[in-house]
């Protein structure tokens, strides 16, 4: 901010009132840019106004003009001018050597240093690739076998060494019977199986080449059959030559066949006439099919209450030998002038429980409904 104050002091006789005015203006210059020039052009219009206006009386009196800061402002302009004089002879100097510079030939540049490069590691090298030349004609199965054969080792499985027992294992029960079929049985079963394994024995033993009672086991079934278990290391097939022998000695039970036990398969025929019986139906049998044996005589499948009102019926024949409805070559039998259907006999009980209902009675092959199981 620039300021100027005007001081008027008129005569002190002078019967008119004391003119004291102070004429202030103010300007947006800052004190660094203020210059003489400037200060006589505020100046100008105050003088002016005093010539002017005021009376020739008051004219002749001294005007004193007083501006604060004006001898500081002098200063900084001679600073100013000089700082803008020596930045001019720099210049002037600058400007010189360029032009000394300018006239002197540019110098030849001199070669770069070469580059040291460090050396990288040895890598391995990789061995050269060879290109394998194309694979020729499969041999034929006779140039293979034309060839010497390679020896092979024969690799086994290491079973593990069955430990041995005080007892030997024994054969199994189905070929371990010597069966006796009776016509009746005794009233007391147990005394009499009793009686006969006792006699059984001694007879057996009396002859030189068995040491030691072979018969361990006695008993008599529902069926009218005295049947005896002969020792776990014997076969029955072994005490064949000896049935005729024990019929005798076992003269007090009505005996009608002997036979040692054997291995059989059972079978179930359907379409036999209610009519027939068992023992007809065996005699059927074997007379039209000399090959198959009998092992039991045929019994009925369902109780007689069942078959009543009905003209046709199924039963049970037990073949002796293991065979398999394949194996046996037919599926039917001619009997009783009928064509009667051969089915595979399955054994189930009330135990027995069905893999695909869940239920008990029957097994899987003998499902009633397909219905799948379900849980609640």
């Not at 361990?216 to 076969?235: C, D, G, W, Y």
């Not at 040692?260 to 099919?289: D, L």
């Not at 039917?332 to 893999?355: D, H, K, V, W």
């Amino acid at each position: 901010m620039f300021n100027a104050e005007v001081d008027y002091a008129p005569d002190s006789d002078h019967d008119t009132d004391t003119l004291a005015s102070f004429l202030t203006w103010k300007s947006e210059l800052d004190h660094t840019t203020a210059t003489n020039d400037t200060t006589e052009r505020l100046l100008e219009p105050i003088c002016r106004f005093i010539r002017a206006e005021m009376t020739p009386q008051f004219a002749k009196q001294s005007v004193t003009v007083k501006i604060p800061g004006l001898k500081e402002m002098k200063e900084r302009d001679l600073e100013m001018q000089k700082q803008i004089s020596q930045l001019t002879n720099t210049v002037t100097r600058l400007s010189e050597q360029i032009a000394i510079q300018s006239a002197r030939p540019i110098p030849a540049a001199a070669p770069a240093a070469p580059r040291v490069v460090p050396a990288l590691p040895q890598q391995r090298q990789k061995p050269p690739t060879t290109t394998k030349p194309p694979p020729g004609p499969a041999p034929t199965y006779a140039q293979v076998a034309e060839k010497q054969p390679r020896e092979f080792t024969e690799v086994r499985s290491k079973k593990k060494a069955r430990k041995e027992t005080i007892l030997p294992k024994p054969y199994p029960m189905a070929d371990r019977l010597i069966i006796f079929s009776l016509t009746t049985a005794p009233n007391d079963r147990k005394e009499a199986a009793d009686r006969a394994l006792q006699v059984a024995n001694k007879t057996i033993t009396t002859h030189a080449d068995i040491e030691h009672p072979p018969l361990i086991l006695a008993n008599i079934t529902a069926t009218n059959n005295l049947v005896f278990t002969v020792a776990p290391q014997h076969l029955s097939t072994s005490y064949e030559p000896y049935l005729a022998i024990l019929e005798e000695a076992l003269h007090e039970f009505p005996i009608t066949s002997s036979r040692v036990s054997q291995r059989w398969t059972r079978f179930i025929v359907h379409g036999i006439p209610t009519t027939a019986t068992p023992e007809s139906a065996r005699t059927e049998i074997e007379s039209s099919y000399p090959s198959l044996r009998m092992g039991q005589t045929p019994r009925w499948l369902t109780s007689p209450e069942r078959r009543q009102g009905k003209e046709a019926s199924s039963m049970i024949v037990t073949f002796i030998g293991e065979m398999t409805k394949k194996s046996l070559g037919a599926t039917s039998l001619a009997m009783f002038n009928r064509e009667c259907t051969i089915a595979e006999y399955i054994t189930f009980g009330p135990a027995t429980q069905c893999n695909k209902c869940q239920t008990f009675g029957h097994p899987k092959k003998l499902t009633l409904h397909r219905q799948q199981p379900h849980l609640r």
